[in-house]
């Protein structure tokens, strides 16, 4: 499940070239925090995928919300 949220995620990444350097910024819209920006590409979606990795560590940790993607959800519930 989680594999599949992150593929999903990753699908739903924007990139644009920063005219000032040439390097490359990424984000994923629906997940507001997560973006990565270096001076390839696929560094760049290598980057966002290791930053998305992070994110949803600490939000599992801190039992955060997670948006659902292209209907994937994640409900982290506590075990006793």
Known sequence: MLT???RAAMRQARYEIIEDDGSF???IPPIP???ANTKTLES???QLESVLEGWLLV???DHSPIPE?????LDIRQVA
């Open 44 to 46: 760049c979606r290598e």
């Open 69 to 73: 993607i292209e209907g994937i959800r």
């Open 59 to 61: 939000s599992i940790a």
């Open 4 to 6: 599949a949220y992150i």
């Open 33 to 35: 925090g997560v973006w």
């Open 25 to 27: 910024y990424g984000s």
